[in-house]
């Protein structure tokens, strides 16, 4: 008996058993990262449809404005963080878009090589797009008579998916040629050209008031008129008023609702730098009942000598001004007459004014407009007015502008 309990007194001790290891710390993140990413990716091909839905609604609503949008392939794409549609050898349909246009009905074709459109996930109001040309522009079924194309393009668009608030276009070193008869010809290029559009007033869909600007940077405009060809800076600042909503519809539509409710056109900033010469014009137009601009413009041009051999309006001295290049009211007699005001300053300065037509008509407008200054420079102030479609410079024509409805 002693012996036992000496035995059971020395017996070594057991090992207690080792504690089984919990898994549920690993194994509860590991299950919610799980389920999150299938939410997750559930919710990306959800609004991935959603986003081929709106898309196919967007184009529904521009046709009903003569706008046909196409692709040869479309693919949405972009998971996880954002949204792309990709639109292979897409095609735009253009009719009405233009007064000539919404005569005749004859649509014009835009083929491009591919348009991307990107919205990021967590602001899908937000579209930006890239544009790879080139560009070949036809009437449909013709050979092209255009080309475009340019080093990088881009567009975007907030407010969406509804009527965008903001629309924005920036191409760099855009290159438009004219194919006529298979041969191209140089007609526009710059360094860089935009176009910004945006709701400063109203609403969409309640007479709203609609912003746009215009600004090319090195432009060059060729076999228009030799005064276009030399690189220059433009901006265009206008504000359009009279319009009822901005629902779907053809431009040519839009203007005439903009005459028929007594609106206009505000330019409210207008600038155009060539060299050193630099003109700058603000003011209202309107638009007549046969869809041409008419209004004044206050412009002040630095570098007014310059501009009068560039436009070859001597002609219209040297030649007694024929009626073509006369106002409309104004006769031949009343521009002679700005000639013979010269005669009775200096005697014989009309005749001189004749002989040498670009002083004869710079002193001449300098009797219309006024002695001013510009950015430091001597400058003069001109009325430019539009009377049903004629750009008057004083008394003279000097270009007719399109109707735009």
Same mark, same amino acid.
């Given at each position: 008996?002693?012996?036992?309990?000496?035995?059971?007194?020395?017996?070594?001790?057991?090992?207690?058993?080792?504690?089984?290891?919990?898994? =549920?710390?690993?194994?509860?993140?590991?299950?919610?990262? %799980?389920?999150?990413?299938?939410?997750?990716?559930?919710?990306?091909?959800?609004?991935?449809?959603?986003?081929?839905?709106?898309?196919?609604? =967007?184009?529904?609503?521009?046709?009903?404005?003569?706008?046909?949008?196409?692709?040869?392939?479309?693919?949405?794409?972009?998971?996880?963080?954002?949204?792309?549609?990709?639109?292979?050898?897409?095609?735009?349909?253009?009719?009405?878009?233009?007064?000539?246009?919404?005569?005749?009905?004859?649509?014009?074709?835009?083929?491009?090589?591919?348009?991307?459109?990107?919205?990021?996930?967590?602001?899908?109001?937000?579209?930006?797009?890239?544009?790879?040309?080139?560009?070949?522009?036809?009437?449909?079924?013709?050979?092209?008579?255009?080309?475009?194309?340019?080093?990088?393009?881009?567009?975007?668009?907030?407010?969406?998916?509804?009527?965008?608030?903001?629309?924005?276009?920036?191409?760099?070193?855009?290159?438009?040629?004219?194919?006529?008869?298979?041969?191209?010809?140089?007609?526009?290029?710059?360094?860089?050209?935009? =176009?910004?559009?945006?709701?400063?007033?109203?609403?969409?869909?309640?007479?709203?008031?609609?912003?746009?600007?215009?600004?090319?940077?090195?432009?060059?405009?060729?076999? @228009?008129?030799?005064?276009?060809?030399?690189?220059?800076?433009?901006?265009?600042?206008?504000?359009?008023?009279?319009?009822?909503?901005? #629902?779907?519809?053809? =431009?040519?539509?839009?203007?005439?609702?903009?005459?028929?409710?007594?609106?206009?056109?505000?330019?409210?900033?207008?600038?155009?730098?060539?060299?050193?010469?630099?003109?700058?014009?603000?003011?209202?137009?309107?638009?007549?009942?046969?869809?041409?601009?008419?209004?004044?413009?206050?412009?002040?041009?630095?570098?007014?000598?310059?501009?009068?051999?560039?436009?070859?309006?001597?002609?219209?001295?040297?030649?007694?001004?024929?009626?073509?290049?006369?106002?409309?009211?104004?006769?031949?007699?009343?521009?002679?007459?700005?000639?013979?005001?010269?005669?009775?300053?200096?005697?014989?300065?009309?005749?001189?004014?004749?002989?040498?037509?670009?002083?004869?008509?710079?002193?001449?407008?300098?009797?219309?407009?006024?002695?001013?200054?510009?950015?430091?420079?001597?400058?003069?102030?001109?009325? %430019?007015?539009?009377?049903?479609? #004629?750009?008057?410079?004083?008394?003279?024509? @000097?270009?007719?502008?399109?109707?735009?409805?």
């Amino acid at each position: 008996m002693l012996l036992g309990l000496s035995m059971m007194t020395y017996a070594e001790p057991r090992a207690p058993l080792p504690r089984r290891r919990r898994l =549920w710390p690993v194994f509860v993140p590991s299950a919610l990262l %799980l389920l999150a990413a299938i939410g997750w990716s559930g919710f990306w091909f959800y609004a991935a449809n959603q986003v081929d839905v709106q898309f196919k609604g =967007w184009q529904e609503r521009e046709a009903k404005s003569g706008r046909v949008y196409d692709c040869s392939r479309r693919e949405v794409g972009g998971f996880p963080f954002r949204f792309e549609v990709r639109c292979a050898d897409p095609t735009i349909s253009l009719t009405a878009q233009t007064a000539q246009q919404f005569a005749t009905k004859t649509p014009l074709t835009a083929k491009l090589s591919e348009i991307l459109a990107v919205a990021q996930i967590y602001d899908p109001t937000r579209v930006i797009a890239e544009f790879k040309g080139p560009v070949t522009v036809s009437e449909t079924g013709q050979q092209p008579f255009a080309t475009a194309n340019w080093s990088l393009g881009h567009a975007s668009a907030a407010g969406l998916p509804t009527l965008p608030k903001r629309i924005s276009m920036e191409f760099n070193d855009p290159v438009i040629e004219r194919i006529v008869s298979g041969v191209t010809a140089p007609f526009f290029s710059a360094k860089h050209a935009e =176009w910004h559009v945006r709701l400063v007033e109203g609403e969409l869909n309640d007479h709203p008031v609609i912003e746009s600007v215009l600004r090319s940077e090195g432009a060059s405009v060729q076999g @228009v008129h030799p005064v276009l060809e030399a690189p220059f800076d433009e901006t265009v600042h206008v504000k359009l008023r009279g319009l009822n909503d901005f #629902a779907p519809k053809s =431009w040519p539509e839009r203007f005439r609702e903009i005459q028929a409710n007594g609106g206009g056109i505000d330019v409210t900033e207008s600038r155009i730098q060539q060299g050193d010469t630099v003109a700058v014009a603000a003011g209202t137009l309107s638009l007549t009942p046969s869809g041409h601009l008419d209004g004044q413009l206050q412009m002040t041009i630095a570098g007014f000598e310059k501009i009068v051999p560039a436009l070859g309006l001597e002609k219209a001295l040297a030649e007694g001004a024929p009626p073509s290049n006369v106002a409309p009211g104004v006769s031949t007699q009343d521009v002679n007459k700005v000639i013979d005001s010269l005669d009775r300053i200096i005697p014989g300065l009309g005749k001189v004014a004749r002989k040498n037509a670009n002083a004869g008509l710079i002193a001449g407008l300098n009797l219309i407009g006024q002695q001013t200054t510009f950015e430091g420079r001597p400058a003069r102030a001109i009325t %430019l007015r539009f009377m049903d479609g #004629a750009l008057l410079l004083g008394p003279l024509r @000097v270009a007719q502008t399109p109707a735009l409805f």
